[in-house]
């Protein structure tokens, strides 16, 4: 892939990944855009390494999971949920409150949980795509999806 066609993809999926970094993150924009930043450069570092153009997003994504998760690595990068409940600041609020809940929940999950879930729902991945992304088995997906949407409910029916 030359250099204008990989331009032309990430202008065209740009939000689909930082949206999925956002909701990976919790609601975290300025760490999901850190993220997404970090995976567009990774990205632009092996886009020869794609053979075919029409799995573009797929493979984006990814590396954008894989960059999530080895941030999750570094703890200094990282303050706890509840470090973070109190620093909010009306100044800096936005329309992410609005699924603070749901973040909150999201963030109890297990990494592979709440990737699982996020193409799921909110990409609309099937499970054989989601298995490529996680790089895990079909059956190992729908485990973790079906064990995702069972915590989850758990957690939301307990946060209202």
């Given at each position: 892939m030359d250099r204008q066609r990989f331009t032309t993809q990430i202008e065209r999926h740009q939000k689909t990944v930082r949206r999925f970094l956002t909701a990976l993150c919790c609601g975290d924009g300025a760490l999901a855009d850190d993220l997404a930043q970090d995976t567009f450069?990774?990205?632009?570092?092996?886009?020869?390494?794609?053979?075919e153009e029409g799995k573009f997003l797929a493979w984006i994504y990814r590396i954008a999971y894989n960059t999530y998760i080895g941030s999750r690595r570094n703890p200094f990068?990282?303050?706890s949920i509840e470090t973070a409940e109190n620093e909010r600041s009306v100044e800096y609020a936005d329309s992410a409150f609005e699924y603070q809940d749901l973040y909150r929940c999201l963030n109890r999950l297990s990494e592979k949980e709440r990737c699982a879930i996020l193409l799921y729902y909110m990409q609309g991945y099937s499970i054989n795509e989601i298995s490529v992304v996680t790089d895990s088995t079909a059956d190992a997906v729908k485990q973790l999806l079906s064990r995702g949407r069972r915590h989850l409910k758990e957690l939301l029916d307990n946060a209202l």
């Open positions: 450069v990774k990205a632009y570092m092996k886009c020869g390494d794609l053979r990068r990282f303050a």
